[in-house]
């Protein structure tokens, strides 16, 4: 009996060896990309950032970490409207200088605008396309939040496009009495089928694999086709799992006590969300202070007269 107990435990403890093996080995296998861009480091985006000379801020988190918050400044000033302003948020693989075409024309209206580099995008620190956990994200966000409201600017409008959204509705349930209205672009709870190729089971091995042995390290290839923004070394297009794991769509339900005036729109040929699919997030908004818009011949991140490349 104790031959037999030993044989099984023998064979047990090879099979945890083996697999355990074989996840290394997956873990640290070089990776093939369809995308053929060179991002930055952390320490790449940290000169960019001090070479910077745009209208900008920089915040330092609660945490230790610097967050790039990049400005348009009103013109004309419109004293009407100087104590609110615009929060961008933008959406996976982007960063705020792919926004020039709504922070333009909105500060041409009057308002102060600003847009927000998550960490590990754009010229924020942080290891590129990562985040340790959901809790920091919406800290980071909270704290870009009260960083405009302290340089003056009571009321803040958050507007967020395609993940954006999603952390548009994140932060306003975290802090729903410091936003002050929301604009959601081109974000729903499900997409169009077929528009990503999905991973072979061989790829999900690796990405498990490397996310349990390596979980800071970029696994996950956002591409798609027609995806622009790749010449950008701003642009991430490879994703720590624990990034885009912590979205929960489940969750991207605001408070039933919203008391705000809220936007959702979509353009008509947005190639990664159908008009009923975003119609279902807009009939998810609570209250009657809502608004439901199609925007003629838009597309995700192609909008008219202007290119861009946004997630």
């Known amino acids: 009996m104790k031959k037999i107990f030993k044989r099984i ?31 930055i480091s952390p320490e790449e985006a940290a000169i960019m950032r001090r070479e910077f000379r ?34 961008i948020l933008h959406g996976v ?7 020039d075409m709504a922070g333009v024309p909105i500060s041409k209206g009057g308002y102060t605008t600003f847009g927000l580099d998550y960490r590990g995008h ?8 990562d985040y340790p956990n959901k809790e920091r994200w919406l800290a980071d966000l909270s704290e870009a939040i009260r960083y405009i409201k302290k340089m003056g600017y009571p009321k803040v409008v958050v507007l967020g496009h395609s993940l954006g959204v999603a952390a548009a509705i994140y932060v306003t349930k975290a802090i729903p009495t410091e936003i002050s209205g929301l604009i959601l672009l081109s974000g729903a709870y499900e997409g169009k089928k077929g528009v990503r190729t999905p991973p072979t089971l061989f790829e999900k091995a690796r990405i498990l694999s490397s996310s349990i042995f390596r979980p800071s390290v970029q696994v996950v290839e956002y ?8 010449g ?8 720590t799992l624990r990034f885009l794991t912590m979205l929960n769509v489940k969750e991207l339900i605001l408070p039933k006590q919203l008391n705000i005036p809220v936007l959702v729109g979509t353009g008509d040929k947005d190639e990664l969300f159908e008009v009923d699919k975003v119609k279902e997030l807009y009939d998810a908004v609570p209250g009657n202070k809502k608004e439901f818009v199609i925007l003629k011949d838009t597309y995700h991140a192609r909008f008219p007269g202007e290119v861009s490349g946004l997630g």
């Not at 997956?26 to 060179?38: D, H, I, Y």
């Not at 693989?93 to 926004?99: D, F």
């Not at 591409?223 to 790749?230: A, D, H, K, L, V």
């Open 93 to 99: 693989t982007a960063h705020s200088g792919a926004y």
């Open 122 to 129: 754009g010229l924020s620190g942080g290891n590129r396309a």
């Open 54 to 87: 745009g209208a900008h801020h920089q915040i330092t988190t609660s945490d230790g970490e610097t967050l790039f918050l990049r400005r348009w400044n009103p013109d004309p000033i419109d004293s009407t409207k100087k104590d609110l302003a615009i929060l």
């Open 232 to 239: 950008d070394p701003l642009f991430n297009f490879k994703y």
């Open 223 to 230: 591409y798609r086709e027609g995806m622009t923004g790749t």
């Open 9 to 39: 435990l023998y064979i047990l403890f090879s099979l945890l060896a083996v697999i355990l093996l074989l996840g290394l080995v997956l873990a640290f296998l070089p990776m093939k990309s369809k995308v053929k861009q060179k991002g």
